[in-house]
């Protein structure tokens, strides 16, 4: 998946629509490979030789991972309805970032099958093979959004794995290594 125009959507090899399993989502999240994809690399436009600092990727992982689910939190939404668009029909649609993607998922997620869940229940649910997400709106500029991945292995009860874009990209990382903000704002959200 080389695809780095951020606008337009991936055909990911491996999708899972139907049957959830801890397998089955790492599997979809890992065939990503946010830490080495150009398409989420940050920082990747500059305006005049200057960095973009703002140039991150978290939604479009998100939109990337969540769409190969079977459960797409859209990238692209109609500016009256809300209602999700597919690229390239885009005419009078809005691109959604983190912020964009928190007020959705609180205003149109329910009847997209997402719901708010407890930290404890997105791990539950993300080891059970079901997509799930947190969501940060900053107030005060430039929210995050990050997907909840399956425990390993050796998982410590009571963190929450996720995997992320960002200023830094990692694909399992703890909620715990996040930022304060993030840490106190997050609502986390699941998909059957």
Known sequence: MTETRAWVPLQPK????????RENYDAVINQFDVENNERYRPYRRKNSGE??????????????VTRAMGAEI??????????????????????????????????????????????????ARANEGKPTVGVWKNPNGIGHVVVVRPAPDNANSGEVY????????????????????????VKFYTHD
């Not at 209602?83 to 205003?107: F, H, M, S």
């Open 14 to 21: 491996i999708v899972n629509s139907g049957v959830r399993s």
């Open 51 to 64: 960095i973009t600092w703002s140039d991150t990727y978290c939604n479009i992982f998100l939109w990337d």
């Open 74 to 123: 859209p990238h692209w939404v109609d500016i009256n309805t809300g209602e999700p668009r597919e690229y390239p029909n885009v005419t009078n649609a809005k691109e959604l970032d983190a912020n964009g993607i928190a007020t959705w998922l609180d205003t149109k997620g329910k009847e997209y099958g997402w719901r708010e869940v407890t930290a404890e229940e997105a791990q």
């Open 162 to 185: 996720l995997a992320q874009a960002g200023s830094k990209n990692f694909n399992c990382g703890k909620l715990s290594q996040q930022g304060q903000n993030f840490i106190n704002g």
